[in-house]
């Protein structure tokens, strides 16, 4: 835009400023000189849209001066191929590459998340760090979990009082069928073993119904013109009538009654066609069983939900009658949801009397240089008057393919299963026991390899996962912080689109880690090999689907299935970015239960809680250096099976005993059966002559 364009400009907008004062200078005028109210409110009207007017052009005008000015300084960094001097281009140009420099790397900062990371990918980046150097570096662990539940609808939600889709669809559906069954009975109990049940309503008075006589000597001729206690001729007549409408009719909605199903009326109803009961038993069960899937899969259709859904919802509005009142109770659907939801009292109760007073804890030593985790995990349960504790030692030796437990705690179990082969506690020579995987599997897949498969795959699958989920957090208001000590938090969430995302990508970098290894040892898994052949066919399937798909599969679950799940974790860090900690809250709830439980666990990974708690001793006196030696679960489990073995053995030996006793009692009752058949015979002879 040259001068002369922009002082144009700036005249056109002086100009629409002034016509716009004198509009509102000519508005007081007219105010002044007290014209009538007609002439106020036309004068008001025009100056209105006058004034909408204005004000649109005035701000569409002043909205090109940065639009000039833009273009202007656009102008200055373009290269001027007019200047003939020297030093002039030089000039230009170095200005011109030191502005475009400028220019690449403020784009650069806006989207080049590695040279420049905004706050989500800088936490992300923390936290990654961190448990990269958390999962390489053996460490101890102390945990503890506590439980609260609260109603799924807040009382003061828009939401409060209606009910979830899963729940809606489901008592729909069962309130069309209870429509259908009561049809059915209604058309079952319209006929008797006598004949018809209800008469018309316009005959209700007169006509009544009376058993058909079984004699022979009765005859038509005797009835002729003769009322039948108290029921005319005229009147049983229109009674056989309306029976044979309705029965034309109830046909007719059956769809029975088109002649093309069943050719002539004559060949229908001839004789022969009822030869055979059973078929026509059985083509009526058919047509029942048909009718019943049809009208089944017509309820499924949207039109009709909704029309039942309208029907249902009336029904429950409408008071209920005397003889409703008294009729005997039925369980019905609503009452079944009705029993796994729970009331705000209830959850009240749950809250005061069990999880106020239930905790979770455990301790944990790991190593990853053994690849082993040793654990006591225990639930507790205290109370001023009560107190319970269930202490359960769990060790996994992926090396050695071993896992060590202490079966105390499911001791009894066991021996309700099998008491004849659960030893004593006294019997034992440690507390704990040690189960080996087979041969057979090992050599396959040995488990360390499935452990390294696993701990790269989380961590891979972290670090695709989207910078929007991690967001850092303010801890200076956080107590727990404050007690780990930690200089900073990254929150990371999970709900059911993330988790399906995790889920999708831990098995494709499995599956990946998995052929990698078995393609490293190809004497070892030939073609044709099953893992090789397991893995191929896991991979193929891998490429049909992307991770994100996982997760959406999860949120449509959520979206209508019984329950609804998330998990808000919070990782603790120090100055450098070593995991200090971990509060992980996991919501699980549906409309169905009609509460929400909240388990919030908290983990901590220093030395002095964990020397400090009770449980420790109980794992060094299961795992550590000094502990027994576990008994061998495998040796234990194949003396068990021989015992088994022996048994069954015994049991079949003595099917080939031969017993001379028996052969004894044998004879003597082929000798009393044959002295029976001779005076049988005897007695046959006398009566037959």
């Not at 489990?637 to 028996?662: G, I, N, P, V, W």
Request: charged share 25%; with cysteine.
């Amino acid at each position: 835009m040259s001068p002369n364009q922009n002082n144009n400009h700036d005249q056109q907008c002086n100009f629409k400023k002034t016509r716009h004062d004198s509009l509102i200078s000519h508005k007081l005028t007219l105010h002044k000189n007290g014209l009538s109210h007609q002439s106020r409110k036309l004068s008001s009207i025009a100056y209105s849209a006058m004034l909408l007017g204005s004000t649109s052009l005035i701000l569409a005008g002043c909205q090109l001066s940065p639009t000039a000015s833009s273009s202007t300084a656009a102008s200055h960094n373009m290269l001027d191929f007019s200047i003939t001097d020297t030093a002039q281009n030089q000039a230009q140009g170095r200005a011109f590459n030191d502005a475009l420099s400028a220019k690449s790397a403020h784009y650069d900062q806006l989207f080049n998340q590695e040279k420049h990371p905004n706050t989500e990918n800088q936490a992300k980046s923390h936290l990654l760090t961190a448990i990269r150097q958390h999962l390489a570096t053996e460490h101890v662990a102390v945990a503890q979990a506590n439980y609260h539940a609260a109603p799924f609808i807040d009382p003061d939600s828009i939401d409060a009082g209606a009910s979830s889709l899963l729940r809606t669809i489901i008592e729909t559906y069962a309130y069309q069928s209870a429509l259908e069954s009561d049809d059915d009975e209604y058309s079952e109990s319209s006929y008797d073993e006598n004949g018809y049940d209800y008469t018309d309503v316009d005959h209700a008075d007169e006509v009544v119904i009376v058993e058909e006589s079984t004699s022979e000597s009765a005859t038509e001729d005797d009835y002729d013109g003769v009322a039948y206690d108290g029921v005319t001729e005229e009147a049983y007549e229109d009674a056989n009538e309306y029976e044979a409408a309705a029965i034309a009719t109830a046909l007719e909605e059956a769809g029975e009654n088109d002649e093309s199903l069943y050719g002539d009326d004559d060949n229908y109803h001839d004789d022969d066609n009822y030869d055979d009961d059973d078929d026509n038993e059985e083509d009526s069960d058919n047509d029942d069983r048909r009718n019943r899937i049809l009208s089944g899969m017509s309820g499924l259709k949207p039109k009709g939900l909704l029309r039942n859904y309208e029907a249902m919802q009336m029904a429950k509005q409408q008071p209920k009658t005397v003889s409703e009142e008294y009729e005997e109770p039925t369980v019905t659907v609503d009452q079944i949801l009705n029993m796994f939801h729970r009331t705000p009292e209830q959850i009240a109760a749950s809250n005061a009397y069990q999880y106020k007073n239930l905790t979770f804890n455990s301790v944990s030593h790991y190593q990853p240089k053994k690849r082993q985790l040793q654990s006591v995990y225990s639930y507790d349960y205290v109370t001023p008057t009560i107190g319970s504790s269930i202490q359960i030692p769990l060790a996994f030796d992926f090396n050695n393919s071993r896992i060590t437990v202490d079966p105390s705690a499911i001791m009894p179990i066991v021996a309700l299963v099998n008491p004849e082969n659960t030893p004593l506690p006294n019997q034992m020579a440690s507390h704990t026991v040690s189960f080996g995987l087979p041969d057979a599997i090992t050599s396959q897949l040995p488990p360390a390899v499935l452990y390294d498969a696993v701990i790269s795959a989380i961590q891979n699958s972290m670090a695709e996962l989207s910078p929007d989920y991690f967001s850092a957090v303010d801890i200076r208001q956080d107590p727990f912080a404050k007690e780990v000590g930690a200089s900073h938090a990254v929150k990371v969430y999970f709900g059911s689109q993330q988790s399906g995302e995790m889920i999708g990508k831990v098995l494709k970098y499995m599956t990946q880690s998995l052929q990698s290894y078995v393609d490293a040892n190809p004497e070892k898994y030939p073609d044709g090999a099953v893992l090789k052949a397991a893995l191929d066919k896991a991979a193929l399937y891998n490429k049909g689907y992307q991770s994100q798909d996982v997760g959406a599969l999860l949120q449509l679950i959520e979206a209508i299935g019984p329950l609804s799940f998330n998990q808000i974790n919070y990782y603790y860090l120090d100055s450098s970015d070593r995991l200090l900690a971990k509060q992980q809250r996991m919501n699980i709830g549906g409309d169905l239960l009609g509460a929400t439980t909240t388990v919030l666990n908290q983990v901590r990974y220093d030395k002095a809680s964990f020397n400090n708690h009770v449980l420790t001793p109980l794992l060094a006196e299961s795992f550590g250096e000094n502990a027994k030696p576990a008994i061998d679960g495998n040796a234990w489990m194949a003396d068990q099976r021989q015992q088994e073995d022996r048994l069954a053995t015994a049991r079949y030996a003595r099917y080939d005993y031969h017993d001379s006793r028996f052969d004894d009692e044998r004879d003597n009752e082929d000798a009393n059966y044959n002295d029976t058949d001779s005076d049988d015979d005897t007695d046959n002879s006398i009566e037959i002559q």
